[in-house]
């Protein structure tokens, strides 16, 4: 082997041997600097707890979180156990259709629970009709079907879940 050889292969293998490591080592920093701008970009617990207990009653504090957090509209707050929580079920199993239908207006999530407090029977019935077993499923606190039909005043749903079968306005989250 050449002398030009020699020195042009030790500068090439010399360069991979550094550059290689060097590229590896950088990369996982890379990745963790990602995520820690994806955890930075999360909304406060806090924040995401006061919002949905605002979301209970208080109409006007609402509008103002959600004018300052948007995406307020989309999270739910953990209460422990399995007992998690939106906005629009508390005030959905408080009956308060104003703050619901404000909500649903801002693109908020309406569930099962949230339709039968708005005596929404056309969309209710057809979804047990469909999944029976959904008659005992538990809302927000364990509170039943039943629990949101009675506090939205559609006697036509709470007779129809007695019908079948449903008695009890909450169900014990293990």
């Known amino acids: 082997m050449d002398r030009k050889k020699f020195i042009y ?8 041997a550094i550059a290689i ?3 590896l080592l950088t990369k996982p920093q890379k990745e963790n600097a990602q995520q820690s701008k994806k955890d930075s970009d999360q909304l406060d617990e806090k924040l995401v707890k006061d919002f949905v207990i605002a979301g209970h009653s208080k109409l ?22 399995g007992d ?3 906005a629009i079920e508390g005030a959905a199993h408080l009956g308060n259709k104003e703050i619901v239908n404000y909500f649903i207006s801002k693109g908020s999530r309406a569930n099962l629970f949230v339709l039968t407090m708005l005596g929404k029977t056309s969309l209710v019935k ?5 999944y029976p ?39 014990k989250i293990r």
């Not at 057809?126 to 469909?130: H, Q």
């Open 126 to 130: 057809p979804v047990i009709e469909t």
């Open 60 to 81: 006007n504090l609402v509008k103002e979180m959600l004018n300052e957090h948007p995406n307020l509209i989309y999270t739910s707050y953990d209460w422990g156990n």
């Open 84 to 86: 998690f929580e939106e």
């Open 133 to 171: 077993e959904l008659l005992f499923a538990k809302g927000a606190h364990g509170l039943t079907l039943l629990h949101h039909a009675q506090i939205g005043e559609c006697l036509e749903l709470e007779d129809y879940f007695k019908e079948k079968g449903l008695t009890k306005k909450m169900i």
């Open 21 to 23: 490591p060097a590229y």
């Open 9 to 16: 292969g030790s500068i090439v293998g010399l360069g991979t």
